[in-house]
């Protein structure tokens, strides 16, 4: 297994009310969720994220395949969380 760290972390919000906020910052780490945490069942973002997941695992594809994969999965179940914009005084 080749686990590889994203370039950045995507953050996702799951539970049922969405008030779990998650840093996924590696292929592993997002083929876990994808696997046993996602709030949809089925999804065609869903099924390439975990495909292409897989792949990264098997040294077969990059991490950042994965990140845009994980990333439009989050899309399509309404997960993803915007990067905040930080107002420094």
Do not use: Y
Not at 39 to 49: D, K, L, N
Not at 53 to 64: D, M, N, R
Request: glycine share 4%; net charge positive; charged share 25%.
């Amino acid at each position: 297994m080749q686990d590889q760290r994203f370039d950045e972390p995507v953050r996702i919000a799951l539970g049922r009310s969405r008030n779990s906020i998650f840093n996924v910052e590696r292929v592993a780490q997002a083929a876990d969720i994808l696997m046993n945490r996602w709030p949809v069942v089925t999804g065609q973002r869903h099924m390439v994220a975990r495909k292409v997941c897989l792949a990264v695992l098997e040294g077969k594809k990059e991490a950042s395949a994965a990140r845009a994969a994980f990333i439009n999965a989050a899309i399509e179940a309404d997960i993803l969380v915007e990067p905040r914009e930080v107002s420094i005084p």
